[in-house]
Nanobody, 132 residues
Framework: VQLQASGGGLVQAGGSLRLSCTAS????????IAWFRQGPGKEREGVSA????????YYKDSVKGRSTISIDRAKTTVYLQIDNLTPEDTAVYYC??????????????????????????WGQGTLVTVSS
């Protein structure tokens, strides 16, 4: 399983960014793809997730209402767009993947958010810097 995150950059507060996570090396059909972030001096936190089998999206409170997660199956890529960015969104954003084969997809996502250290597949991270 390989994940390539991209799309980070410097953006002014109030702006938007679309992050990409391109997957390879596995069958894309039954996976949960989750985005995490780690800001300066902060712990890693889950941001959003999507399950490829049923396309159900999950958002944490920090981005709920101003973000959209989506999938392009043909490109095996998951996108996370965050709007109305604030300096609090400054962080390195990582995507991760866990199989949902033989599992409940929602429980897989919940587990990923609760126990991120148990996730074995991570992308390399992309830096988002929001200036005030």
């Amino acid at each position: 399983v390989q994940l390539q995150a991209s799309g980070g950059g410097l953006v002014q507060a109030g702006g938007s960014l679309r992050l990409s996570c391109t997957a390879s090396g596995f069958i894309f059909d039954k996976y949960a793809i989750a985005w995490f972030r780690q800001g300066p001096g902060k712990e890693r936190e889950g941001v959003s997730a999507i399950t490829t089998s049923d396309l159900k999206a999950y958002y944490k409170d920090s981005v709920k209402g101003r973000s959209t997660i989506s999938i392009d199956r043909a490109k095996t890529t998951v996108y996370l767009q965050i709007d109305n960015l604030t300096p609090e969104d400054t962080a390195v954003y990582y995507c991760s993947a866990e199989t949902t084969a033989g599992r409940d997809p929602m429980i897989t996502v919940v587990t990923m958010f609760r126990v991120p250290d148990a996730i074995t597949s991570w992308g390399q991270g992309t830096l988002v810097t929001v200036s005030s």
